[in-house]
C-alpha cells in the first residue's frame, strides 16, 4: 500500500536524498560504480530513518535508490517492510572509469592533475565528465510528489549544484565537500 501523497511545502520538497551507509572496503580508493557492501545493520538503521521520516511528514512510501548495493540495501530492507523499492541508474555515483576501484595512490599524479585543470569537462580515467554527471542529476523527474531517494554523494553534489547555479564549477577547489553517510538533504 502506498500513502497519499503530501502537498509540496517548504518542509516537503520535491527530493528527499539520504547518502548512502559507509561502504566497506572504500578507504584510500577511487570509489564511483565499484559495487561495495555495506553493514546490514547500517542499512537497517538508515532505512529505520527514512521510514519515521516518512511516517513523521507524511511521505510517500516509496523509495528511489541507485542500482548500487550501498544503496540498493536500504531499499531492500524498506520493500521487506511494504514499500515499493524501484532502482534508477540515472542515481549512480560519478563513472572513474579505469581509475574505479583502484587505490588513489595506483592512479598517475598527472592524470589527476589533467582532470582538476579540466574540472567539468575531463573524464576521469575516460569515464563521465562532471558536466555529464551535473546534467544526468538535473534531469531527474521531479513533480508534486516528494521522493525519497538513496543516492551518492556526489549526485546529491551535482544535484545542489546543477539546480542552484548558472555554470558548473570553474575549478576543482570550487566543489564542496560530499554529505556525510546516511545525512539527508532536501533539494529541489
Known amino acids: 500500500m502506498v500513502d497519499a501523497p503530501a502537498a509540496e511545502t517548504p518542509m516537503n520538497p520535491p527530493l528527499w536524498a539520504w547518502r ?78 579505469a581509475w574505479d576501484g583502484r587505490p588513489w595512490t595506483h592512479i598517475a599524479y598527472a592524470e589527476v592533475d589533467a582532470w582538476c585543470d579540466a574540472f567539468a569537462t575531463a573524464r576521469p580515467g575516460g569515464g563521465e565528465s562532471l558536466l555529464d554527471m551535473l546534467a544526468r542529476a538535473a534531469a531527474w523527474p521531479v513533480d508534486d510528489v516528494p521522493r525519497l531517494l538513496v543516492t551518492h554523494g556526489g549526485w546529491m553534489l551535482a544535484r545542489q549544484w546543477a539546480t542552484t547555479r548558472s555554470a558548473p564549477p570553474a575549478a576543482a577547489h570550487e566543489w564542496p565537500a560530499a554529505p556525510a553517510h546516511g545525512q539527508l538533504w532536501r533539494l529541489a
Open 20 to 97: 548512502h551507509p559507509r561502504a566497506q572496503g572504500a578507504a584510500g580508493r577511487c570509489i564511483g560504480r565499484t559495487d561495495l557492501r555495506v553493514d546490514p545493520r547500517r542499512a537497517k538503521r538508515l532505512a529505520h530513518r527514512i521510514r519515521q521520516a516518512a511516517r513523521r511528514h507524511g511521505l510517500p512510501r516509496v523509495v528511489w535508490t541507485s542500482p548500487l548495493r550501498r544503496c540498493a540495501d536500504v531499499g531492500r530492507w524498506l520493500r521487506r517492510w511494504g514499500w515499493q523499492h524501484r532502482r534508477d541508474a540515472a542515481l549512480l555515483e560519478l563513472d572513474f572509469g
